[in-house]
């Protein structure tokens, strides 16, 4: 029986978050009799108290993947923490290397998937740091259309694309090793253009709901003299 | 002229004693008034991706923390300086926090850059220079290049190098920067 931990790291507190869903969707494609799965939610575990329980269970785990929203080009914060420590505790428990396979799913709300790549690269640093056999990485962009037009017709070519990549990680943790190791790459079939210009458009309507003007989107509320 | 450097208060080795001395040598004879400005574990809320500074009180965070100050500073300096430790490559979870937590002195809205890439707009006309030092006993090479890719392949005018006690690496960094206040492009 393998040990299986998916790792999602979402800032975000009671709210829908797309890494979640991808852990998910990756845990969905291990077989249960061959593969004990571990969820571990980064902020879930900060909030309850875990840390140390949810450790335990990585430095035991055969696998584990990463799946976390782009923050500011790199890891978030929360999770970067989290790693830091989990390091941290590794040395002062004397882990030995980890040997674990170790991937990464990242998500971000530009449209370029390949903007993911120094995340990807950072988790790839902090495998060669624990001894971890690092993988490969899914780098996802337009991520922040996922949960709310994952069922839209032109959706499914991303969505098969997805699930394929996803297929693939589940794969190779069961011993069908991947042969290409190079990191995969998923890109919404969408109009940049309109994309942008709906996230744009979208931002008036939310400070509308909030009360304010679309003007107010633009306060400078640290000038000086202001 | 005025110059904020922010550090991560877990990570003060001798190297970093040496590194923050040197910068606060060589700011002192530019004839900045210098403010350093430390966070540790706990100091600072996670950003939550609640998008309140952008939505709900635009420009600040919904979080009343030390970060308020900091972004303020941000904003108001000539100079903003980042010491952080190269961890995995990346910065350490204290100023990868700050990091995250700056977006307020940004705007939603997309834009596309010269080069193709998307990025936010900033909300201010004029920003201060923004320098970003890692630091570290021993780094790997992939490490030191990884720290420099995630800023230089992503922002535009900000200037970053890793520090690992070399003899004048800063004097040397130094020269070739111009300081003072920036346009907005990010």
Redesign the interface.
Known sequence: MKNVVLLSA????N?PSVSKYLAGMVGDRLDASEVEKTYIDV?QSMMKHQIQRDFEALSEADALVIVF?L????????L??F???YYKFRSENNKTASNAKVYAVVNCG???SE?NL?AV???R??C??IGANFRFGVMIGGGGMFLAAKEAPFMKKVMAKLEEALSAIAKDISGEDRGDLNDIQIAMKFPRRLY?FM??AG?GV??R??G?HKK?????????NE | MKASILSDKDYQNGLFQNLKGEINTLLDHKGFETEFMEIG?GDLA??????GC???K???CMVSDRMASI??K???SDVFIYLSPV????????I????????P?I????E?RPDG???HPS??DALPKVIIIGYGDGL?E??VQ?FT???K???RGVEVFVYQGEHEKISGEFSAMNFGKVGPEL
């Open positions: 979402s800032p975000k507190v709210e902020r929203p923050y500011v080009f790199c890891m978030p914060g929360i970067t923490r790693l830091e420590d530009f449209p370029e903007i120094e690269r950072v988790i640093s902090f060669r740091h942008l996230g744009n931002w939310l400070a709901k909030n304010l107010d989107l633009y306060k400078k509320p640290y000038l000086l | 574990q996670f950003c939550m991706g609640c998008f952008w939505t709900k635009p420009g600040e972004n303020r941000f904003v108001q961890v995995f490559g990346q910065f350490s979870a204290n990868k926090n700050a990091l995250d937590r700056w977006i002195n705007l939603p809205f997309f596309v890439s998307t990025m909300r201010y790997l992939e490490d990884l890719d995630i800023t392949k992503h922002r």
